[in-house]
Each structure stands twice: as structure tokens, then as C-alpha cells.
């Protein structure tokens, strides 16, 4: 007769299956992380996966007989002794049967374990292959990722995401075959044997048993987890927070703001320590209520056994075989809620991956892109809108050509659009209106490999890599020789400070280049530029940030690398562009005037106060500076003063 739960039940085992059943976005990241743990390219490595599987089966069955193994080792001893004391003439005897029968028990648990181990170590090249095509994915992903993205997110948090994303697909493809499919096949054999060697009311003990230790772990690692959230957010913003402080370490430093930025970390590491505290307290309730459970149902099977021997329906080692398999199911069960914990959060750290993953590119290649085919070099922007916000135009009908090999300058006010003209031409942004054009190729219908591998950029801002001196200068051409690499830094007017460092090329220039001064950290731009060896240069306020004797060189090696190309300097400091071709002058977004140095003096119009105001400025400051020089002359004033 079918009997049918109580209410209570029902509704329990309902939320549990609830619980269990994966939702739309774990379902999603499954699916999105199968053709990894069964790549479809590497038959060597799905072999690998069946034979791990075969591996499962085959312990597990191994693992059922071990009782079996303590059983007979039991009745043979209770056989030949009694449950006395053997006499001499039963230790002969005793050397035969039950020491056999322990002989056996112990080699079944040493092969259990061999077969465990082995299968483990097969499965570890599935799963860290898993882990390293999909962290690729990721990181490729990220790099193809719009420059947008990467300004509204925070490089700390990103790291974050790749390393725990890392983590989640271990610690998934592991758990899954090597403890989860393992421990359901435990459960169906050990009910099996449950069946074949005792009655239902053990199996109905064991089932429900399993079913409570399952709903108690399933609650109890749904709170956790909610906790385990908490802990990695605060992680993750104090990381972010650490990295940002240690990038900006100079400026921390011109604010005297040390005190500051540790009060910000340590509010961060706050939170964390108070979520790491109740991550600990709450894995002590969880697993002393596992072990309550699972105790008082060992105390039943137990009770139930030893009435059997003495009722004679079982002998005693049934009473030994069913706490040894009790203990058995024990290890499975107490693995089933790490399982169900680094599943679910192994799928959550996945999830914010494939977030990730989801992302589309802002600018990507249209379909049948072609690479750009560049014969002269010549720009053209046609009636060119722009918006980083529809609220905010920053572009309004901009049209100029650039002529081949030619030196077209920008200038104009902070905010007028000039650093945008450049990530435009560099397409990381696509334009709202207009096009773009190089040798009459729309920028939008080429590939954006073959557009930047037509475009050197010299920015204001150089950021090396944490490398050496030499490694940074080949980042432009790596296929470049290293007498390549010497040239380019000769070029550059580099490579006699170079050479008389210690290391020379070898060099180490620190994190985003700080070891060398601004003035170096251009040269070394420069020289990447001159071995990248671009038809079209983009020189985005170059100097802007140098000391008018170190720009001085500085722009002698720029003469030099934009002789005879298409050249679009970005221009702060008007002295540096007088002999450009043509000075295009912006005016909140808007082309207000062009023409070469002299035309645009003579309109006497923006560009004309533009450069008057410059003018004065180097006028106070050369004032100044001879001033000085007389009054350290005079002996006014001592030269270390003068500082």
C-alpha cells in the first residue's frame, strides 16, 4: 500500500529538490562549462573522463565489499572462539580463516584508495584543462572588451573575477565526478546491500537519515553561502582598494594621504573580519547538526542489529558489517555539504565570469572585415558626431582631411574633443554619425588588428610594463632583432642612457615604469614606435608633461620618427606645432578654425589668444628664471635656495 508524506514532509523534500535543482543562470554556466570538461577537440582527454568513470564504479563496488570483508572476519572469529578466550587448540585454527578474512579487509581498503588516487590523478588533467581554455576565454574576452568597459571598471575587481572564476571551474569539474557521482553511486550500493543482508527498517533508517543530513546541509550552506558572499565582496573591495592605493602610490604620497588610504583598507578588511568570523562560527553549527544526525541514526541501525543477534536473526558480524557501513556512508555524507558548498559557489564565481563572457564589445568587426590596405596614409573625417553620453555631445560635425605624409595638428581648450579625434582614428570608440576614412576606407568596414597595426601612438601618459628597458622597446615589433630593438632605441636618443646603467637593457623600470623618469618613459615609447615602424602616427600631448629641456629632445626625436608620415599631433603646448602643415583648432566640440601657424595668428581668433596666453606664461617664467640666476649671482641668494 502507497503511503503517502504529511504536509510537513512534502513541503520539506519539495524545498530541498527546490534547492538541489540548479536555477536558469547556474543551468546557463553548466552548459556554458561543458565543452570543457568534454572538449570536442581532444578525444585523448574524453577517454580520459570514461576511464575515470569505469575507475568510480569499479571503487565503489570495491568499497561495498569491504564490510563484507569485517563481517566474516567477525563470524570466523566468534566461530572458532566462541567469544571466549581461544585455547590451544583453536590457534591453529584462527591462523586460517579470520586472519584471511582481515588479510582481505585490508587489501580492499589500500586498493579502494589506490583506485581513488588514481582516479583523481587521470581526472587532474580534464579538470586544470578546463581551467586554462576557459580562463584564456576570459582574458582574451577581456582584451577584446571595449575601452569603455575597461574605464568603468576597477582592474583589482577584474583580477579578482579571473582568479575566483579559475578556482570555481577546478573545484566544479572536480567535485562533480570525482566526489558527487562517487557519493550517489555509494548510496544506491550501500541501500543495495542493505536490502540483500538486512530488512526494510534499515533501509528506511538510512534513507531518511540521508534526506535530513541532505535538507539540514542544504539550509545550513544557503546561509553560509549568503555569508561567503558578504566575505568576497569585502575581499574583493579591499583588493581593489590595495591595487588602486599602490598604483597611484606617488600621489598617495603629494597628500601626505597614507593614513587615509589605510583607514579606507582597514574599513574593508573590517567588514571581511566580521564576515570570516560568522563564515567559522556557522561551519560549527553546521557540523555539529551533521553529526547529530548522522549519530542518532547510527544509534538506531545499531540498536536494531545487536536486538537482531540476540534474537538470532543476524549473527554478530552483521552487527560489526552494519556500523562499518554506517561509518563508510559517513565520509561520503560529511563531503556532501563542501560539495554542495564549492558547487554553488564555484557557480556563482563562474557566473560572474561568464557576466563577463556576456559582455559585448562596444566596437567590434563587422562581418567580411577586411584588413586595412594603406598606400598613403591620408585621413578624412566627415561630418564626424560623437557622444560619450547622448546628454553630452562631445563631437559636432567634424570634418578635415589629413593629407599623406603630411602633419596635421590639433589644438584647443580642455574639454573641446582633441584626445577623442584620437581614440576615434584608433576605433575604440565608433562614431555616432559621420565616418572616418583612411585611403577612403571606412574605419568601420576594416578589421581593428590591421587598423592599429597601421597606427603608432605616442601618448602623454606612458605606462610600461613591469619589465625590462629591452622588453618594453620590443613590445612594438616582436619579431624585431634585437640590432632592430638598438636602433630604434638610438632613434630615440635613448640608448646612451641605456648603456650606462648598470644593466642596461636589462633594466628593470618598475611598476607601470615609475623607475625612470617621464622624459625616459617617452623615449621608450619612441623607440617602440620607431621598431612598430607605422605608416600613420598619432602624437597625443606628447611633451606636455616635460620640462621645456627635456622637451626640447624629446621633440627632436619626434621630428624624426614623424618624417614622412601621416602625422596627427594632439597639441597643449603651441611651440611644439608651429611647423605642422595644418593646426586644426577646437572649440567645445566644434572646428572653429584651421589654417598653418601664420594664417591662424594673423585671423587674430581663438588660436591667436591661445597663443598669446602661452607666450605670456614662458615669458613670466623665463623672467623668473633669470632673475634668479642674477640674485644667486649677486649672492642674494645661496644656489641651493634657488630650488
Not at 582592474?155 to 570555481?168: I, K, N, P, S, Y
Not at 549473527?315 to 559517513?330: E, K, S, Y
Not at 610600461?464 to 622588453?471: A, G, V
Not at 595668428?601 to 607666450?615: F, K, M, T, V
Request: proline share 3%; charged share 20%; aromatic share 6%.
Amino acid at each position: 500500500m502507497q503511503r503517502t508524506l504529511p504536509p510537513q514532509q512534502a513541503t520539506s523534500d519539495t524545498g530541498l529538490l527546490a534547492r538541489l535543482t540548479p536555477s536558469p543562470e547556474q543551468t546557463r554556466v553548466l552548459k556554458a562549462l561543458w565543452p570543457y570538461v568534454w572538449p570536442h577537440d581532444r578525444p585523448d582527454l574524453r577517454r580520459t573522463v570514461l576511464w575515470s568513470l569505469v575507475l568510480i564504479l569499479i571503487a565503489k563496488l570495491v568499497t561495498v565489499t569491504v564490510p563484507y570483508t569485517l563481517k566474516w572476519a567477525t563470524d570466523a572469529l566468534v566461530a572458532a572462539t566462541g567469544g571466549n578466550v581461544p585455547s590451544s587448540e583453536q590457534i591453529a585454527w584462527l591462523a586460517g580463516a579470520p586472519v584471511l578474512a582481515s588479510v582481505v579487509y585490508g587489501a580492499s581498503r589500500i586498493l579502494m584508495t589506490l583506485l581513488v588516487q588514481m582516479r583523481e590523478g587521470m581526472f587532474a588533467k580534464v579538470a586544470m584543462h578546463a581551467v586554462r581554455k576557459l580562463a584564456l576565454s576570459t582574458f582574451e574576452h577581456m582584451h577584446r572588451l571595449s575601452l569603455r568597459f575597461h574605464l568603468e571598471k576597477k582592474t583589482g575587481g577584474l583580477t579578482r573575477v579571473l582568479e575566483r572564476g579559475r578556482a570555481g571551474i577546478e573545484n566544479i569539474s572536480r567535485m562533480a565526478l570525482m566526489t558527487l557521482i562517487p557519493t550517489i553511486v555509494e548510496f544506491v550500493l550501500i541501500i543495495g546491500v542493505c536490502a540483500i543482508e538486512f530488512d526494510w527498517r534499515y533501509i528506511v533508517t538510512i534513507i531518511t537519515m540521508i534526506v535530513a543530513y541532505l535538507w539540514f546541509t542544504v539550509k545550513a550552506t544557503d546561509w553560509r553561502l549568503q555569508i561567503r558572499r558578504t566575505m568576497n565582496d569585502s575581499d574583493t573591495d579591499a583588493n581593489t582598494k590595495a591595487v588602486d592605493s599602490l598604483l597611484n602610490y606617488e600621489t598617495v604620497k603629494y597628500f601626505g594621504a597614507e593614513l587615509r588610504e589605510a583607514s579606507r583598507y582597514d574599513h574593508s578588511m573590517a567588514a571581511y573580519e566580521k564576515a570570516s568570523i560568522k563564515t567559522y562560527t556557522s561551519l560549527a553549527v553546521l557540523n555539529a547538526g551533521q553529526a547529530v544526525v548522522f549519530t542518532v541514526a547510527l544509534t538506531i541501525c545499531l540498536v536494531m542489529a545487536a536486538n537482531d543477534v540476540i534474537s538470532g536473526q543476524h549473527t554478530v558480524g552483521h552487527f560489526a558489517m552494519v556500523n562499518l557501513l554506517m561509518l563508510q556512508l559517513f565520509m561520503p555524507l560529511n563531503f556532501m555539504g563542501m560539495v554542495y558548498r564549492e558547487i554553488k559557489q564555484g557557480l556563482t564565481d563562474i557566473e560572474r565570469m561568464m557576466d563577463v563572457l556576456d559582455q559585448q564589445p562596444e566596437v567590434s568587426d563587422r562581418p567580411g572585415a577586411k584588413p586595412l590596405q594603406v598606400s598613403g596614409g591620408s585621413i578624412r573625417f566627415e561630418n564626424v558626431r560623437f557622444a560619450y553620453d547622448p546628454e553630452r555631445v562631445i563631437l559636432k560635425d567634424v570634418s578635415f582631411d589629413v593629407p599623406a605624409g603630411k602633419m596635421v595638428a590639433i589644438v584647443g581648450p580642455s574639454g573641446a574633443g582633441k584626445s577623442t579625434i584620437a581614440r576615434i582614428l584608433l576605433r575604440f570608440y565608433d562614431v555616432s554619425g559621420g565616418r572616418v576614412t583612411i585611403d577612403g576606407q571606412d574605419l568601420r568596414d576594416v578589421t581593428q588588428l590591421s587598423l592599429r597595426a597601421a597606427i603608432g601612438v605616442v601618448p602623454q601618459d606612458t605606462v610600461l610594463f613591469n619589465d625590462t628597458i629591452f622588453y618594453n622597446i620590443k613590445y612594438g615589433r616582436a619579431d624585431a632583432t634585437d640590432a632592430e630593438v638598438y636602433a630604434a632605441a638610438k632613434m630615440a636618443q635613448i640608448d646612451d642612457f641605456v648603456t650606462a646603467l648598470p644593466d642596461g637593457y636589462n633594466t628593470m623600470v618598475g611598476e607601470r615604469g615609475l623607475k625612470l623618469s617621464g622624459g625616459e618613459k617617452q623615449r621608450v615609447a619612441i623607440a617602440r614606435t620607431i621598431l612598430k615602424g607605422p605608416p600613420i602616427l598619432i602624437l597625443d600631448e606628447a611633451t606636455s608633461a616635460l620640462d621645456s629641456h627635456t622637451e626640447k629632445e624629446i621633440q627632436d626625436a619626434l621630428d624624426q620618427v614623424s618624417r614622412d608620415r601621416t602625422t596627427v599631433v594632439i597639441a597643449h603646448r603651441l611651440s611644439t606645432i608651429i611647423h605642422a602643415d595644418v593646426i586644426l583648432v577646437l572649440r567645445d566640440g566644434a572646428l572653429v578654425e584651421q589654417g598653418t601657424h601664420a594664417d591662424l595668428i594673423a585671423r587674430d581668433g581663438l588660436y591667436a589668444s591661445l597663443w598669446s596666453r602661452q607666450r605670456q606664461a614662458e615669458k613670466a617664467r623665463e623672467e623668473l628664471a633669470h632673475a634668479l640666476e642674477e640674485a644667486v649671482a649677486s649672492g642674494a641668494l645661496r644656489a641651493g635656495q634657488t630650488s
